[in-house]
């Protein structure tokens, strides 16, 4: 079994790939013996090069920090010998590198069965879903999923409500992120139909959330004020009625995979995120894109120290300056909060062996895979170009898969190294970095990336990847987040509540 991996050839570092101890010893690619200097855990940098304080530390080719004290060959590198070398911020030039080819992809991935909707949208489940305008409805809304799930079970492929505390006492950009993410929900896709439930007296009312939403739509779509029904639960049944039997009138049908929409997601990364599970799910973006199909990225502060990788893919000078307006627009949401631009990683992080934000990031940025990137997107907005979009979320879990959900991403493909059973609105594919992993937490985890450090090549596992998602998408299977029901969603707060 391997005891290390060497990322790049001028790296300073290796990765353990288990714990090891002072004495223990490596035989590193060049031939070189090397002899470990302190306890190192698993996931963690060990360096093959003396390094001396002030001197970057490079991975993955590119810098992750500086040194703090002289490193010697065998040292554990971490948060007490490196620290990021980011500060400030930056002026950016647009270089591009735009030397991208697609991929042919083999003739038994190229179609899913799908949905075609009637305003010629694709969805990839027959779902209706209660979106309610204001948190204080939530119980009423969840009542209703409960009871309709239950008795029209069978009919449709699940009614489901996702509850919320928002929509209410919030004023100017709050009020409008609450509105914009809502009603990109309601537009998804995936759901066949979808019941607005509002209380009546919130800031976000129904008539105002109603005219943002394009007329094309109104077919699927029921509205009710609880305040004004003398039985709001029976009436919400009513509704529920009319809307799933609408929805059996759907038929899945063949699609090119060119019509599906992937999310691109990491949590509770640790030091094989960037080795394994993010460059496959970078493999998957690629072929997606290459058949014409769209992929998704957000997490922005998780993209500095690495985001000039992706300012350079930019499709045109216009999508650039769009780039670099959103990571300078978030690193002024730092700034206008006091808080530390460059500090980053959890706890959860640092224990799996991510030291630095720009380790974090040249890790977390691999799942865009090497396309174009197409266009950026404010939050909540919905995709409409074919190809690598980016949009504007945090990097916190629930707030960005919701934020992918509602871009338009038919499955959000979640890389994880210390797991996590969260699952947003839409199918969420749990992907592993490691065996142990995906073997001790199989309810949580859809997918094993540790077969990349067993001998499975990446072309050989992201196909296989692929080939489990054309099935998710065509209702073939479910991922965990749907058998046991994990469905969430948040919605960035920046703002005054009343």
Avoid at 307 to 320: G, H
Avoid at 388 to 395: H, K, Q, S
């Amino acid at each position: 079994m391997r005891d290390h991996i060497a990322i790049r050839q001028q790296d300073d570092v290796v990765i353990a790939l288990h714990d090891m101890a002072p004495g223990d010893t490596l035989v590193l690619d060049n031939g070189e013996i090397l002899t470990i200097v302190n306890d190192i855990p698993r996931g963690h940098k060990i360096a093959v090069h003396p390094i001396q304080p002030g001197q970057d530390v490079i991975k993955y080719g590119f810098s992750i920090g500086k040194a703090t004290v002289p490193i010697t060959p065998g040292e554990w590198i971490h948060s007490h010998n490196l620290h990021t070398g980011l500060s400030g911020t930056l002026d950016y030039e647009y270089q591009p590198e735009l030397n991208w080819q697609p991929r042919v992809i083999p003739a038994h991935l190229q179609t899913f069965d799908g949905y075609v909707r009637p305003g010629g949208e694709v969805g990839i489940r027959n779902e209706i879903w209660i979106i309610n305008t204001v948190g204080c409805i939530n119980k009423t809304c969840e009542l209703l999923a409960r009871t309709a799930h239950s008795e029209m079970a069978g009919r449709v492929d699940g009614v489901y409500h996702f509850p919320h505390p928002f929509g209410c006492s919030q004023l100017g950009d709050d009020l409008e992120y609450t509105r914009q993410l809502l009603s990109s929900l309601v537009l998804h896709p995936n759901a066949a139909g979808v019941l607005v439930i509002g209380l009546g007296c919130e800031n976000n009312q129904i008539e105002q959330f109603s005219a943002s939403i394009p007329a094309e739509y109104a077919y699927k779509i029921r509205y009710l004020k609880a305040q004004e029904e003398e039985d709001e639960l029976e009436a919400g049944m009513a509704y529920l009625e009319e809307l799933v039997s609408l929805a059996e009138q759907e038929q899945r049908q063949p699609l090119p995979l060119s019509r599906l929409k992937i999310g691109l997601k990491c949590g509770g990364s640790d030091g094989l995120s960037g080795i394994t599970a993010n460059p496959l799910v970078g493999e998957i973006a690629d072929w997606i894109v290459s058949a014409g199909g769209t992929a998704i990225l957000t997490e922005v502060p998780e993209m500095f120290g690495a985001e000039t990788i992706l300012m350079n893919r930019s499709a045109s000078p216009q999508v650039f300056g769009q780039l670099v307006d959103l990571i300078n627009g978030f690193k002024q949401y730092f700034v206008n909060h006091g808080q530390n631009i460059y500090e980053n990683p959890s706890p959860g992080n640092k224990a799996g062996g991510i030291t630095t934000l720009e380790e974090k990031s040249l890790g977390c940025t691999q799942k865009g895979g090497h396309s174009q990137v197409v266009d950026v997107l404010r939050y909540g907005q919905r995709v409409h170009q074919p190809g690598l979009n980016i949009v504007e979320a945090p990097g916190n879990d629930l707030v960005s898969v919701t934020a992918l959900s509602a871009a338009g991403a038919h499955i959000v493909l979640f890389t994880t190294g210390r797991g996590t059973p969260f699952g947003g609105p839409v199918p969420t594919v749990k992907i592993a970095t490691q065996s142990e992993l995906a073997n001790r937490k199989k309810h949580w985890i859809d997918y094993n990336a540790g077969q990349l450090l067993e001998g499975q090549s990446m072309e050989q596992v992201s196909l296989d990847l692929l080939a489990r998602i054309v099935d998710i998408a065509s209702g073939r299977c479910q991922t965990n987040n749907e058998q046991r029901g994990f469905r969430e969603i948040a919605i960035f707060k920046d703002g005054v509540i009343l």
